[in-house]
Antibody
């Protein structure tokens, strides 16, 4: 079964850091780009960024709202994608989802999702 | 960035009604448009990709159309289990962007 499981969420003070993990199973993780999408309480979906597979250079792209503060990385040997969040702001409070695209759909369509992990930034 | 504008932001319809949601892109995105369904407390679920392709396992009462800047999502006969918020999303450009969502309720 194809699965993504996020972990690492919690309560953190403004200005501090937090690292989220996304553990994949049921597919060849290294072949796929991994994305992060977030959803603030009661709000819509916001794309955070993604990391390409090593085949495509393993490079990253970010939304302007997190660029320079968030870093996405991957460990293909462990099938884990990470979202390192630094200099957190109250507006980063959200459920964070990791997501990916299976071979059945275009690379820009997200058909594999984790259950999400809640990050609360508050003093 | 490409702005995605969905309308309406919410709607209420009866079981069996035809429901239509529109999504307008701020620039031409060809057919690089997806539709998702999200139920409360759950992750989004891909329903339609490339504007009109039904994801495997998704009921045929869901459909999508359009290209360029104007897109339509339709539920041909609303069912109680379709109560959710629906989002469009473009992947023509980075950053990927979503519409603000349309909440569908039963009248």
């Amino acid at each position: 079964e194809v699965q993504l499981v996020e972990s690492g969420g919690g309560l953190v003070q403004p200005g501090r850091s937090l690292r989220l993990s996304c553990t994949a199973s049921g597919f060849t993780f290294g072949d796929y780009a991994m994305s992060w999408v977030r959803q603030a309480p009661g709000k819509g979906l916001e794309w955070v960024g993604f990391i390409r597979s090593k085949t495509y250079g393993g490079t990253t792209e970010y939304a302007a709202s997190v660029k320079g503060r968030f870093t996405i990385s991957r460990d293909d040997s462990k099938s884990i994608a990470y979202l390192q969040m630094n200099s957190l702001k109250t507006e980063d409070t959200a459920v964070y989802y990791c997501t990916s695209s299976s071979r059945r759909v275009p690379r820009g369509a997200f058909d594999i999702w984790g259950q999400g992990t809640m990050v609360t930034v508050s003093s | 960035d490409i702005q995605m504008t969905q309308s309406p932001s919410s709607l209420s319809a009866s079981v069996g009604d035809r429901v239509t949601i529109t999504c307008q892109a701020s620039q031409d995105i060809s057919n690089y448009l997806n539709w998702y369904q999200q139920k409360p407390g759950k992750a989004p679920k891909l329903l339609i990709y490339d504007a009109s392709n039904l994801e495997t396992g998704v009921p045929s009462r869901f459909s999508g159309s359009g290209s360029g800047t104007d897109f339509t999502f339709t539920i041909s006969s609303l069912q109680p289990e379709d109560i959710a918020t629906y989002y469009c999303q473009q992947y023509n450009n980075l950053p990927r962007t979503f519409g603000q969502g349309t909440k569908v309720e039963i009248k």
